[in-house]
């Protein structure tokens, strides 16, 4: 049984950070890739960021770079998307997803089989 669990969202003004957590509940977790993506109201679910359990491989969408950080604790199976110098643009809700993703979909949604049930991020200008 696989299971996602989100938390860490909320209200934010603009130039804050904040740190979203995703607890896995995942068994063979190292033949996993772990990721952030975001859906904003109206627009499509885009990827925000991943990382492969086994090697702490790194992915970003290139817009995010710099200002997110995608890690994982390996100790307590959680990944966390820690985002600096958020924008009103980055609101929206945050969804984590697992998977046994190769390299052409870690940052697609074909990649992933497993979400959560995802948190919303409200940046105020």
């Known amino acids: 049984q696989v299971q996602l669990v989100e938390s860490g969202g909320g209200l934010v003004q603009t130039g804050g950070s904040l740190r979203l957590s995703c607890a896995a509940s995942?068994?063979?977790?190292?033949?996993?890739?772990v990721s952030w993506f975001r859906q904003a109201p109206g627009k499509e679910r885009e990827f925000v960021a991943a990382?492969?359990?086994?090697?702490?491989?790194?992915y970003y969408a290139d817009s995010l770079k710099g200002r997110f950080s995608i890690s994982r604790d390996r100790s307590i199976s959680t990944v966390y998307l820690q985002m600096y110098n958020l924008e009103p643009g980055d609101t929206a809700v945050y969804y984590c997803?697992?998977?046994?993703?190769?390299?052409?979909?870690?940052?697609?949604?074909?990649?992933?089989?497993?979400w959560g049930q995802g948190t919303q991020v409200t940046v105020s200008s």
């Open positions: 997803a697992a998977g046994r993703a190769i390299v052409s979909t870690i940052m697609t949604t074909r990649g992933y089989t497993t």
């Open positions: 995942i068994s063979n977790i190292g033949s996993y890739a």
């Open positions: 990382i492969r359990w086994m090697n702490g491989n790194v």
